[in-house]
């Protein structure tokens, strides 16, 4: 059987402190899910829902998915528009 346990990143606002404060939690039953959307709905704690997945940075992900030739117009390019940009005063 897969194994069923994510991780839920969410809000809630503590009865001692004003402030937001963001936490993570793994959840390890289904009946935790129901729980979760009940306080959602009581506007006691709001549900982010983030990826478990790899926390590669993506720089590193999408190294070398772009061409070198197509990398270089693309820097040109920039810099052209940059120095426009200051030319015109804009």
């Known amino acids: 059987m897969v ?3 994510r991780q839920i990143l969410y809000n809630f606002i ?7 404060e963001t936490i993570v939690i793994e959840i390890t ?6 729980l979760l959307e009940d306080l959602e709905d009581m506007q006691v704690l709001k549900v982010i829902r ?6 590669e940075k993506l720089s590193e992900k999408y190294a070398g998915k772009l061409p070198a030739s197509i ?7 920039v810099d ?3 120095a426009e940009w200051n030319d015109n005063g804009i």
Do not use: I, L, V, W
């Open 50 to 55: 983030r990826h478990a997945g790899s926390t």
């Open 14 to 20: 503590p009865a001692n402190q004003p402030a937001m």
């Open 3 to 5: 194994n069923r346990q």
């Open 71 to 77: 990398a270089e117009q693309m820097n040109a390019y």
């Open 29 to 34: 039953s289904p009946k935790a899910y129901k």
């Open 80 to 82: 052209q528009s940059r």
